[in-house]
């Protein structure tokens, strides 16, 4: 089985179960987390070159958090979030 980082949305808000693929062996898997709704702090004006992990560690003090912008944005992958001219940024829990 995977090991994921303490602070992974994974690791804190999502289930682990076994299942069969394919071919007929026994896999491990992780279905989607259940991550809890941040209220939010406002908005942030993109500017060009900026990451979602800077953000995550200017706005939420923690670097790998970036996933909570991501989520909070309603976007599955945190590169999809910088395609708009801004973001949506969470509270901090």
Do not use: C
């Not at 709704?37 to 993109?46: A, F, K, T």
């Not at 070159?49 to 923690?62: P, T, V």
């Amino acid at each position: 089985m995977s090991v994921f980082d303490p602070k992974s949305r994974y690791a804190r808000f999502a289930t682990a179960y076994e299942t069969v693929d394919g071919r007929g062996r026994k896999v491990a898997a992780v279905g989607p987390a259940a991550i809890p709704e941040r209220p939010p702090l406002g908005d942030h004006l993109l500017r060009s070159e900026q990451r979602l992990d800077h953000l995550a560690a200017h706005y939420l003090s923690d670097a790998n958090g970036f996933w909570w912008i991501a989520d909070h944005n309603r976007r599955l992958l945190p590169d999809a979030a910088l395609a708009a001219p801004s973001v949506k940024i969470p509270r901090e829990g």
